[in-house]
Nanobody, 124 residues
Framework: QVQLVESGGGLVQAGGSLRLSCAAS????????MGWFRQAPGKEREFVAA????????YYADSVKGRFAISRDNAKNTVYLQMNSLKPEDTAVYYC?????????????????WGQGTQVTVSS
């Protein structure tokens, strides 16, 4: 099994930055796509960002383009989400996810492994 553990969440003021980390253990599928999703109170979980196994392509939701950056260190079995210029509407629980196949999709149901989430709160 693949275990994903997020860290780096917390409270930050609007305009600030946070970097989330997702450490994988077990059978990591580090050569497979990784992604970040988030779920705000009262809303459905939504796609945030994804990165291919070779890190040659990245994908972002329109709401975070230009502000967030996803990266990965396969040697460390870790994926990161650098979040800059944070807004109150970015407040959510952020989840790390992994796929067992190489293709990148944004549909939640097609991601196979999930972390427990880390809370990000952006104050105004």
């Amino acid at each position: 099994q693949v275990q994903l553990v997020e860290s780096g969440g917390g409270l930050v003021q609007a305009g600030g930055s946070l970097r989330l980390s997702c450490a994988a253990s077990g059978r990591t599928f580090s050569n497979r796509p990784m992604g970040w999703f988030r779920q705000a109170p009262g809303k459905e979980r939504e796609f945030v960002a994804a990165i291919t196994w070779s890190a040659d392509r990245t994908y972002y939701a329109d709401s975070v383009k230009g502000r967030f950056a996803i990266s990965r260190d396969n040697a460390k079995n870790t994926v990161y989400l650098q979040m800059n210029s944070l807004k109150p509407e970015d407040t959510a629980v952020y989840y790390c996810a992994a796929r067992s196949e190489r293709t990148v999709v944004v549909t939640i149901a097609h991601w196979d492994y999930w972390g427990q989430g880390t809370q990000v709160t952006v104050s105004s």
